[in-house]
């Protein structure tokens, strides 16, 4: 079946540390997403790739870093520059980027929920 | 930029209706809503474009007013697996290529027996 995983589904981190949380899809989607959010809060993009070796920084993206090496995965890192890292990390794909025009529907992973000790 | 969602909460019993809306101060080419349940990943419902498409679940139903930048999402008789909370998302109509979609702040539905 065709989807999205994301591991691990739990992460904990010292301060100080890099961690990389991974998104792998099988969709054969173009367009790739990173989502943080926060208890009780709405979804901020983080970073977003619209094609293979491209990406774009979202509304959230200090202290945190991608790459898009191969289509079918969007590693995020988040590094010990990032504040406030503990939150519940979504990665998603579609189709094409968002911004198309086109019918274009998210297809959410599982989440990863980081917590910084 | 980002939507507003009205109510921010909402309780029902089952068998009662909701309605939820999505606002924009900015020109909407498209509105999308999502429903995530707790600890879960958001699960798309539907896609509303302008000039009346749309695409979604049969059981789900929709308005988008392009003029007042507005959508409404209609939950009729809710059953218990309708709880969750709601997001909207907004693609501008006249923003560069790329970067122009963002979630709204979500509004908790909860349906009690």
């Known amino acids: 079946d065709g989807g999205i995983t994301q591991s691990p589904k739990y992460l904990f981190r010292k301060e100080g540390q890099n961690v990389t949380l991974s998104c792998e899809q099988n969709?054969?989607?173009?367009?790739m997403y990173w989502y943080r959010q926060d208890p009780g809060q709405g979804l901020r993009l983080i970073y977003y790739?619209?094609?293979?070796?491209?990406?774009q920084k979202g509304d959230i993206a200090e202290g945190y870093s991608v790459s898009r090496e191969k289509k079918e995965s969007f590693p995020l890192t988040v590094t010990s520059a990032q504040k406030n890292p503990t939150a519940f990390y979504l990665c998603?794909?579609?189709?094409?980027?968002?911004?198309?025009?086109?019918?274009?529907?998210?297809?959410f992973g599982p989440g990863t929920r980081l917590t910084v000790l | 930029q980002q939507p507003v969602q009205s109510p921010q909460a909402v309780i029902l019993r089952e068998g009662e209706d909701a309605v939820i809306n999505c606002s924009s101060s900015?020109?909407?080419?498209?509105v999308h809503w999502y429903r995530q349940k707790h600890g879960e990943a958001p699960v798309f419902l539907m896609i509303?474009?302008?000039?009346?498409e749309q695409k979604g679940h049969e059981k789900i139903s929709a308005s988008f007013n392009e003029k007042k930048q507005q959508s409404s999402l209609y939950l009729t008789a809710s059953q218990l697996s309708y709880s969750g909370t709601y997001f909207c998302?907004?693609?501008?109509?006249?923003?560069?290529?790329?970067?122009?979609?963002?979630f709204g702040p979500g509004t908790r539905l909860s349906v009690l027996p």
């Open positions: 998603a794909s579609s189709i094409v980027s968002l911004g198309q025009g086109v019918y274009n529907e998210q297809f």
């Open positions: 969709l054969n989607h173009d367009a």
């Open positions: 790739s619209q094609i293979v070796n491209d990406f």
């Open positions: 900015k020109a909407l080419y498209s």
């Open positions: 509303l474009l302008k000039g009346g």
């Open positions: 998302g907004t693609e501008l109509a006249d923003a560069d290529y790329g970067q122009n979609f963002v």
